[in-house]
């Protein structure tokens, strides 16, 4: 399949400005990521690996502004009570893990789809599928009569249709990013019948993530999001409800790819190990995920405090055996200490044991969904 | 990339043609409708001769009796395939609208004459000409066109034959009534019905009755007895409740006796045909006369009776008491479909008596007269003994003891004489209703 495409990538070099703004081509030391940073982004550590630092660098990319934006409808001051819901679950939290922190390192990002429109020409068949309504009824028999009651059923009819069909599709959604569906299922999903026109000035304290998927290698994800926006379109013409087994064989033309921005929060703190774990909240819905890790360095020293006190209260025990000939009422004294600090002893273990085994269960991202 | 024009109407697809769209840059191609051809009038003449053709019942086919040319129907035996329409909402208010009450007209395409035909006649041959017309959209006002029929398959003179025997058949009916009796010509007429399917799911709840023997001590006789007593416990069940082809007639009971006609069911479906004007050619046929809609009630009410029926069968035991159901209707469709009967009537002693014949299978049913002595005479010898062991044990009672033995033998005698009797009287006159 041959795909014109009417929107060339070009090569945005170093330096170079973009949408008569301050905006530049940055990358990611270490992930490679790519964005369209203002110059206080630059140097600064790169929100969606905390590892690598953002650097100019040139980009090949579709160098038109972005035609449609979902905006932030999470709003920062809503992010603190997100982060205490998402935190507070762990009990034996590391040092670096506390809302204070995670609201600190917020970075607002957009992130990018494309948007494909199209002419199409060619020929389509399908099932059409027809509402209809059928009576059926129910009858009840008590007290030596029947009492009828009619029930009305919907039922679809299927019946074959095919056709030709001229038409601009418009702005038809698709991935933009290598790592779409994984972005997806990070962010969980928009809705994007709100979204509206873009406004440079509605981005301005966010980074806006490069697309890396180039057309020729998004077209083959977008053809089938095209062809059900399609089936949609010959149903409709067909005065149908339904479609099912939509084919179409068609001459896809004046292909136009433009930019469609996604909200997205990232925060982070450091484990035990002073690895970032990266928190993604949906800039719309609210969503937050990201793992949730207890820090075993603090279980320990908490363990190694409780186990001390039970040492102290163990020897004051012996003490009072070992005194208690000559001096009775220590042999009380003896036995309450030597209770309190077996069970302090024993009690040292879970602190000791509790994170690693909470790290075990929550190794894979903790979802939080708000309504 | 070069153009294509014209390339919409490149389709050509079998069977299809193009139907309106609700989208201007789409075109839209739905399966071709198929033609109605049975809704145009007809005209049956012999294309060899040009007299009148009607369809032949031995021959299976449009016959010409003047030159004996003869033209198979063109149609397929369907069976229980034959299509079942659903209850949808479109079809219970187009049915409900039933039809008007004027009379149709008919133009004969034959001779040009113009016919009025009483209501739902769809086929007639003109009084003018005698050709014999068939014609659906005589009966406008008939929103549903049968699409199925079983078409005749006993001749005009079997049906004689077994009416006759029919007629000979039974002791209490005049013994000169076959041999007497005249029977006015038969004539095949297709009556309108509809045949109902469902799947019901029953379900029962009840208390049922167990009967326990139970042992207890009797104080003043000192020993121990039996009695038995009814424990009762709730239960309920579900059954499912298949109904294949459950048929309800189509005709007003004004002009059909369905007590006569329920008497000739049933009809094997298996013959069931695609509906085709040929069969028609020559015989009478009806249309519908009660809707689709109250022939369901009639229906409903049938099934859920019997649905009720197959309950009480699940109940194990036959103690049951606060009974309660449900039926739950499921996949009900219908089918408008003719079927052939032959009516006739005839007359012994002054009197008129209708008889119909299953035109499918030859069962014959109708009223009969009854020979009134022959019952009375009946009933007499049923009471007869009972009287007369009562009459002996009188006598022998007053001499002595003795007589108790034939006076209880008698009163049972007697007992069974009534009800014997009542059973014949009733089914005399069962014979000679309508
Ligand atoms: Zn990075
Ligand atoms: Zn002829
Ligand atoms: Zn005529």
Redesign the pocket.
């Given at each position: 399949m041959m795909v014109q495409q009417v929107t060339p990538l070009k090569i945005i070099e170093e330096g170079q400005r973009l949408w008569d703004s301050d905006r530049q081509p940055a990358g990611?030391?270490?992930?490679?990521?790519t964005f369209l940073a203002h110059d206080s982004h630059i140097d600064s550590s790169?929100p969606?690996?905390?590892?690598?630092h953002l650097e100019p660098q040139a980009l090949q990319i579709n160098p038109a502004e972005p035609e449609r934006m979902l905006p932030f409808r999470i709003k920062t001051e809503h992010l603190r009570s997100i982060f205490t819901q998402f935190s507070s679950g762990v009990w034996i939290k590391p040092e670096d893990f506390t809302t204070e922190n995670l609201f600190q390192r917020t970075q607002k990002i957009y992130w990018p789809l494309w948007l494909v429109d199209s002419d199409v020409k060619g020929q389509w068949q399908m099932e059409a599928g027809f509402d209809y309504q059928v009576e059926s009824s129910k009858e009840y028999f008590q007290d030596s009569q029947w009492r009828s009651r009619k029930i009305v059923e919907d039922r679809i009819r299927w019946e074959p249709r095919l056709g030709g069909i001229k038409y601009h599709v418009d702005n038809v959604p698709v991935p933009a990013l290598e790592e779409h569906q994984n972005r997806q299922q990070m962010t969980g999903a928009y809705r994007l019948e709100n979204a509206g026109p873009f406004h440079l000035d509605q981005s301005n304290d966010a980074l806006i993530e490069a697309p890396d998927l180039p057309p020729t290698d998004a077209w083959p994800l977008a053809k089938p999001q095209v062809n059900k926006k399609l089936s949609q379109v010959c149903a409709e013409a067909s005065g149908a409800q339904h479609s099912r087994n939509f084919s179409i064989t068609a001459k896809y033309q004046n292909l136009n790819w433009t930019q469609f921005l996604l909200p997205m929060y990232t925060s982070y703190y450091q484990d035990d190990e002073g690895t970032p774990q990266i928190l993604v909240i949906n800039g719309e819905t609210g969503e937050i995920q990201g793992p949730r890790l207890a820090s075993q360095k603090r279980g320990w020293r908490i363990a190694a405090i409780i186990g001390g006190i039970a040492a102290v209260l163990l020897l004051l025990a012996l003490l009072g055996f070992l005194i208690s000939p000559i001096f009775p009422p220590a042999s009380i004294l003896a036995v309450f200490s030597g209770i309190f600090g077996f069970t302090a002893g024993i009690g040292a273990l879970i602190p000791a044991i509790w994170p690693s085994q909470w790290n075990r269960k929550n190794q894979s991202p903790v979802i939080i969904k708000r309504d | 990339m070069t153009e294509h024009p014209n390339h919409e109407t490149q389709i050509t697809i079998e069977g299809f043609e193009q139907v309106d769209s609700l989208v201007s840059s789409v075109t839209v191609y739905a399966p071709k409708s198929k033609p109605s051809e049975e809704e145009q009038s007809r005209v049956y003449d012999c294309p060899n001769c040009g007299a009148t053709t009607a369809y032949d019942v031995a021959g299976g086919g449009v016959a010409c009796e003047h030159c004996g040319y003869i033209s198979p129907v063109k149609s397929k035996t369907l069976g229980k395939i034959a299509d079942e329409f659903e209850f949808t909402l479109e079809t219970i208010s187009q049915a409900e609208r039933g039809w008007g009450i004027k009379r149709q007209g008919l133009h004969c395409n034959a001779c040009g004459a113009e016919l009025s035909l009483p209501q739902g006649v769809i086929s007639t041959s003109c009084p003018y000409c005698a050709s014999n017309q068939v014609n659906l959209t005589t009966s406008l006002e008939v929103f549903i066109q049968p699409r199925f029929l079983i078409p005749f398959k006993i001749t005009i003179e079997q049906t004689h034959q077994l009416s006759k025997t029919w007629l000979g058949k039974g002791w209490f009916h005049p013994d000169e009534l076959s041999a007497s009796s005249v029977i006015r010509r038969f004539s095949g007429i297709y009556l309108p019905f509809w045949t109902f399917d469902a799947n019901v799911t029953a379900h029962w709840k009840a208390q049922v009755g167990y009967q326990k023997t139970v042992r207890h001590y009797n104080a003043s006789q000192k020993r121990w007895e039996t009695r038995t007593k009814i424990e009762w416990r709730w239960e309920n069940g579900t059954v499912p409740i298949n109904i294949d082809d459950h048929l309800v007639t189509g005709s007003s009971s004004q002009h059909i006796s369905h007590k006569i006609l329920e008497q000739i069911y049933p009809y094997q479906m298996k013959d069931l045909t695609a509906y085709h004007p040929d069969y028609l050619a020559g015989w009478q046929a009806q249309a519908y006369e009660t809707t689709l809609t109250d022939a369901w009630e009639t229906g409903k009410q049938a099934i859920r009776e019997a649905a009720k029926e197959a309950c009480y069968q699940d109940i194990p035991t036959s103690h049951v008491r606060n009974f309660s159901m449900t039926a739950d209707f499921a996949d009900e469709s219908w089918r408008y479909i003719l079927l052939p009967v032959y009516l006739a009537a005839y007359k012994f002693e002054d009197k008129t008596y209708q008889i119909m014949v299953n035109g499918q299978t030859g069962l014959v049913a109708g009223q009969k007269p009854v020979a009134w002595w022959k019952i009375w005479l009946a009933i007499g010898a049923f009471l007869l003994p009972g009287l007369i062991l009562g009459l002996i044990g009188l006598p022998l009672l007053l001499v002595g003891g003795a007589g108790i033995l034939p006076i209880g033998a008698g009163i049972i005698l007697f007992g069974i004489g009534i009800v014997l009797s009542i059973m014949l009287y009733n089914k005399a006159r069962q014979s000679e209703a309508k």
């Open positions: 990611c030391t270490h992930c490679h990521r790169c969606l690996c905390r590892i690598g | -």
